[in-house]
């Protein structure tokens, strides 16, 4: 079983994806849940979750999480649709961005599609002026990318202040440098934009922000925002708590 949520509005289809999940664990508390990211994507782990059932509950809960962003992966997927819509499993697949041919093919099998697309109004947008103060502006989170890719701590700490104040979730905002962290790794190993897969805008200033991050720095905080999330979903640490850490640390 297939469903698909995407578009520009995050918070919206972060909050619908999380609330269809925790919904289905309830009914079903017996179930496995497991996540796959472009990060450590495996055909084989796809194959496996598509195919396998767990000991006690029938049905696994899988949450797709951006693997279209990688050129690899989104073919490796693709080619396995039809396998994912037939699986007694269920295939929660969530992207930004998706292109129309790819779309179509989704409708075709999935149980479900829907978009959740920001309207101009509702934008939420500012900026931070000299000497750290906040303009009392509009919030426009993927300031919070810039400032982790920059390497700026003072300002990423700024940020996430005032992402709080918006009553932004901090597993939203884990998303959001999730997201960032997983460009810079695909730009890293990319020999060009095109193998990328990313947009040339996306690509080029992943690059650039690869050079503020010492070998293997940007796999470790990977790593780390990886076993946030799990431990959070697990309820083994406090999401707000652990976030913050993490930002200081950066």
Same mark, same amino acid.
């Given at each position: 079983?297939?469903?698909?949520?995407?578009?520009?509005?995050?918070?919206?289809?972060?909050?619908?994806?999380?609330?269809?999940?925790?919904?289905?664990?309830?009914?079903?508390?017996?179930?496995?849940?497991?996540?796959?990211?472009?990060?450590?994507?495996?055909?084989?782990?796809?194959?496996?979750?598509?195919? *396998?059932?767990?000991?006690?509950?029938?049905?696994?809960?899988?949450?797709?999480?951006?693997?279209?962003?990688?050129?690899?992966?989104?073919?490796?997927?693709?080619?396995?649709?039809?396998?994912?819509?037939?699986?007694?499993?269920?295939?929660?697949?969530?992207? +930004?961005?998706?292109?129309?041919?790819?779309?179509?093919?989704? +409708?075709?099998?999935?149980?479900?599609?829907?978009?959740?697309?920001?309207?101009?109004?509702?934008?939420?947008?500012?900026?931070?002026?000299?000497?750290? +103060?906040?303009?009392?502006?509009?919030?426009?989170?993927?300031?919070?990318?810039?400032?982790?890719?920059?390497?700026?701590?003072?300002?990423?700490?700024?940020?996430?202040?005032?992402?709080?104040?918006?009553?932004?979730?901090?597993?939203?905002?884990?998303?959001?440098?999730?997201?960032?962290?997983? *460009?810079?790794?695909?730009?890293?190993?990319?020999?060009?934009?095109?193998?990328?897969?990313?947009?040339?805008?996306?690509?080029?200033?992943?690059?650039?922000?690869?050079?503020?991050?010492?070998?293997?720095?940007?796999?470790?905080?990977? *790593?780390?925002?990886?076993?946030?999330?799990?431990?959070?979903?697990?309820?083994?640490?406090?999401?707000?708590?652990?976030?913050?850490?993490?930002?200081?640390?950066?």
């Amino acid at each position: 079983m297939l469903y698909l949520l995407y578009g520009s509005d995050f918070k919206k289809s972060r909050e619908k994806l999380h609330s269809m999940i925790d919904s289905l664990l309830k009914k079903k508390p017996e179930a496995s849940f497991f996540k796959m990211e472009s990060s450590g994507f495996s055909e084989t782990q796809l194959d496996e979750l598509i195919s *396998s059932q767990g000991l006690f509950e029938k049905k696994y809960i899988v949450q797709v999480d951006g693997l279209f962003e990688d050129k690899k992966s989104k073919e490796t997927v693709l080619d396995k649709l039809e396998e994912i819509s037939k699986s007694e499993n269920i295939f929660f697949f969530i992207e +930004e961005k998706i292109d129309k041919p790819t779309l179509k093919r989704i +409708e075709k099998v999935a149980q479900k599609v829907q978009e959740f697309r920001v309207q101009e109004s509702e934008g939420r947008k500012f900026g931070v002026v000299g000497g750290g +103060e906040l303009n009392l502006g509009e919030f426009n989170i993927f300031n919070l990318a810039d400032a982790f890719g920059n390497k700026d701590k003072k300002n990423l700490w700024v940020l996430y202040q005032k992402a709080k104040r918006h009553n932004i979730p901090a597993e939203e905002m884990h998303g959001i440098l999730m997201w960032q962290v997983k *460009s810079i790794l695909t730009a890293q190993n990319s020999k060009s934009v095109d193998e990328s897969g990313l947009k040339p805008f996306v690509y080029n200033k992943s690059i650039r922000f690869a050079k503020n991050f010492k070998e293997g720095e940007v796999e470790e905080l990977s *790593s780390k925002l990886i076993s946030i999330y799990h431990d959070a979903r697990r309820g083994i640490i406090d999401f707000d708590t652990v976030m913050e850490r993490f930002i200081l640390g950066v």
